[in-house]
């Protein structure tokens, strides 16, 4: 019998659960399944904090206070749920990583900023979520008076949202950044009807007739005919408030009820040339809002308002077709015998695209349905205190685009308005300036159709002087069918356009040119100054329907404008007009070096900076070269 030599024989296998390894992995994978788990759930309690935010604003639009209070209160619990999660162990563990605690930090800062934010809304909805403000049709003057210490509430929330948005780390990952910044904007625009109720508080009873009745004259612009300020203001209302009780007077059509035919009158505006004759001007109502700054228009429109016969007004305000559109998208639909069901997305396309090429009986027709279709709208704003406050919150978040404009008589609270982003301004004079209007003068429907290119080539040179080439394409796509025949240029039906165009100009613009490639050019060489101080040219030409004019203005800026020795910095302010289609701006800026963006979205290539966009707002764009 063989031996069997000593340790030959095999040791038995340990068992697992006694093995380091095998525990230090089972520990370290249910460490990851925890971390997973809370992730999923700080996920999911974000993502409901986030809905029901959304159904917070939904709820607030609709006037429904109840379910506005239950979304609040349910962001509130799940805002506090994710943010219990991301306090908890498992993320603290993975905290040692940079990234993950640079982005689990992003998180916190926003979900603290949420927090504040919907305490904010709590406070609000609380408070006045019955809408003890507006009582049927009345402004509660008294609710009015008290409201101070409620504002002062939401105002200190806002700022501990701010507070927490201002910590959070900008090199998160972007899509925590891109909700941060939309946080952020958020809060801008509270804080600025924060500011503005701080500006004008003790004055709104005043203003809302607490001690003699205030009138205000509502005007519609019509963007199928425009001008500088905006389209053709063609219907109006007047609104009143008597001790709050709000009254909606006469309204209608200006040349049908108001001005028959609207007459051309002498009156004296504050805007000259290139919108006005310098002297003796006698345009009729609905072309008083010529100048492309709605602080100048307000006061010209309330002069030529009183021109030709209309009774004493204490201010004006502004809404165009976007304006409209944010209103009908809160309230619902509005059913018209003429267009059928009229939406907040169909509205433009209904009352412009679709008329406008009707015999003089069926224009007068329309003119009423339009008209009509304003009165529903008015309606729904008398209507209950809670759809009035959807409806003015609606209109009210149109004003970075300008569609709601406001105009107090003698320039009262110009500065509240200022800040409030609701006076119609343009951008503060920079040393380049990028506005090109077009301004109709053959009366026609067809701007509704019009499309615009810019683009603005700027070459600095080392001394701070500049070189500048704008060019503006302007397109008009009305179809050739329908309406007039192309043999007629003028009216309501021909599909023909004309316009002024009118480039404003820096105050120190030298050797300015200006051609046209069009149709018929109407030339006019003289240089005007606006109420600014800074300069503008124009110059016009006809152009068919699908065709285009090219107008090309080249001007010369001075030494020192943007800096001297290479060390230059480029400004311009972008000004806006309201169309329908939004300019697309092209602005390329070539210098003595490499360029470094300081405002605006900007590519660079060697030494030329390129900013490209949709023209949406006033803005202010920035590029530096050398150090």
Do not use: C
């Not at 239950?70 to 805002?79: F, L």
């Not at 603290?92 to 809304?121: K, M, Q, S, W």
């Amino acid at each position: 019998m063989s031996r069997i030599s000593e340790g030959a024989v095999s040791a038995a296998p340990r068992p697992l659960w006694r093995r380091p390894r095998v525990w230090v992995l089972g520990i370290l994978a249910l460490l990851a399944a925890w971390f997973v788990l809370t992730a999923l759930l700080a996920g999911y309690h974000g993502y409901r904090t986030y809905t029901s935010a959304k159904a917070t604003a939904a709820a607030l639009s609709e006037g429904d206070s109840q379910a506005a209070r239950d979304s609040i209160a349910a962001a509130q619990s799940n805002a506090a749920a994710a943010r219990a999660n991301l306090d908890g162990l498992p993320f603290a563990v993975f905290r040692v990583i940079p990234y993950v605690n640079t982005n689990l930090t992003a998180a916190e800062d926003l979900l603290d900023a949420a927090v504040h934010g919907l305490d904010a809304g709590a406070v609000v909805v609380n408070n006045y979520g019955e809408g003890p403000l507006v009582e049927g049709q009345r402004v509660n003057l008294t609710a009015v008076n008290n409201i101070e210490p409620h504002l002062a509430e939401v105002s200190a929330h806002v700022e501990q949202a701010q507070a927490a948005i201002a910590d959070s780390p900008s090199q998160a990952a972007a899509p925590l950044r891109e909700a941060t910044q939309k946080v952020q904007r958020g809060l801008t625009d509270v804080q600025k009807g924060l500011q503005l109720w701080q500006d004008i508080g003790s004055d709104l009873p005043t203003l809302l007739g607490s001690e003699t009745p205030q009138t205000y004259l509502v005007v519609f612009h019509n963007p199928a005919e425009l001008y500088a300020g905006g389209g053709a203001s063609l219907n109006v209302a007047l609104v009143t408030f008597d001790d709050g009780q709000i009254e909606v007077g006469e309204k209608g059509a200006v040349s049908r009820d108001f001005f028959f035919g609207n007459p051309s009158v002498p009156w004296d505006p504050v805007a000259g040339g290139p919108y006005y004759a310098t002297k003796n001007a006698t345009d009729g109502f609905a072309w008083s809002n010529l100048h492309q700054d709605f602080r100048v228009a307000g006061e010209d429109m309330m002069r030529s308002w009183q021109a030709n016969g209309g009774k004493h007004v204490d201010g004006v305000i502004s809404l165009d077709a976007a304006a409209l559109a944010a209103a009908v998208r809160v309230t619902g639909p509005i059913q018209s015998p003429l267009y059928g069901e009229i939406t907040a997305d169909n509205l433009i396309e209904k009352l412009f695209f679709e008329g406008y090429n009707e015999d003089p009986v069926a224009q007068a027709e329309r003119q009423r349905i339009n008209q009509e279709l304003i009165s529903q709208m008015l309606a729904r704003m008398e209507g209950s205190g809670t759809q009035a406050a959807s409806i003015a919150r609606a209109i009210f978040s149109t004003a970075p685009g300008q569609h709601i404009r406001a105009y107090l008589s003698d320039g009262r609270h110009a500065d509240a308005l200022h800040k409030a982003g609701l006076d119609g301004a343009q951008p503060d004079p920079q040393p380049d300036r990028i506005a090109f209007y077009t301004q109709n003068q053959n009366a026609s429907k067809v701007d509704i159709f019009q499309t615009r290119q810019l683009v603005h080539e700027v070459t600095l040179a080392a001394d701070g002087s500049a070189q500048v080439t704008q060019t503006a394409t302007v397109t008009n796509n009305a179809p050739a069918e329908g309406g007039s025949p192309l043999s007629d240029r003028i009216g309501y039906t021909t599909r023909w356009a004309f316009h002024w165009n009118i480039t404003l100009l820096p105050e120190a613009a030298k050797d300015i040119q200006q051609s046209i490639e069009t149709e018929d050019v109407k030339r006019d060489d003289k240089v005007y100054t606006d109420v600014d101080g800074r300069k503008a040219v124009r110059i016009g030409g006809w152009i068919p329907p699908g065709g285009h004019s090219t107008i090309t203005v080249t001007y010369r800026l001075p030494a020192g404008t943007f800096g001297i020795d290479g060390n230059l910095a480029y400004r311009a302010s972008v000004e806006h007009q309201l169309l329908v289609n939004d300019v697309a701006l092209t602005v390329n800026v070539t210098g003595p070096s490499q360029p470094t963006p300081t405002e605006g979205n900007w590519s660079v290539d060697s030494n030329t900076a390129t900013s490209q966009f949709a023209v949406t707002e006033p803005t202010t764009i920035g590029v530096r070269f050398g150090r």
